[in-house]
């Protein structure tokens, strides 16, 4: 059988980080985030993600609903990248649509960090920059 090439192992380790995202531990999940702000920001994914843009949007809600602070932070950053890689298309529009209800819930919770918060405002008006289909 060949080898599989620098491709094939980039978008196993992707999928390893995917899978992260629903591991117990905080530092863990955290750490996945950062692989994947790290893959989503240096390179063109958009096969490999609209694939997997359902179980990412999955992940990543868990992600600002259970994490505190660099956790939710990181998971915004992730999904707005997201949104990049996804595009102006449906699927882009569609990540948006069902992750945006708890944008703003993060971004008017008083209690989540700043850096939480910070993080979801920018998803927020990035992704609506990109992907949202009404002009409102």
Not at 35 to 51: I, M, N, P
Not at 62 to 77: D, P, S
Not at 81 to 89: A, H, K, P, T
Not at 122 to 136: H, V
Request: hydrophobic letters at 40%; glycine letters at 8%; one cysteine or more.
């Amino acid at each position: 059988a060949a080898e599989p090439g620098p491709e094939e192992e980039a978008e196993d380790r992707l999928r390893e980080h995917m899978d992260t995202l629903l591991d117990k531990s905080a530092k863990t999940r955290q750490a996945a985030l950062q692989s994947l702000r790290l893959a989503f920001s240096s390179r063109t994914l958009g096969e490999f993600l609209l694939e997997r843009r359902l179980t990412l949007t999955d992940s990543l809600e868990k992600c600002l609903k259970k994490g505190k602070g660099e956790e939710q932070a990181l998971a915004g950053t992730v999904l707005t990248l997201l949104c990049l890689q996804m595009g102006s298309g449906p699927e882009g529009e569609e990540v948006f649509r069902s992750l945006k209800p708890l944008l703003v819930s993060v971004l008017t919770d008083s209690v989540a960090s700043p850096g939480a918060r910070q993080s979801c405002a920018m998803a927020l008006g990035m992704c609506c920059y990109i992907a949202a289909a009404d002009l409102e």
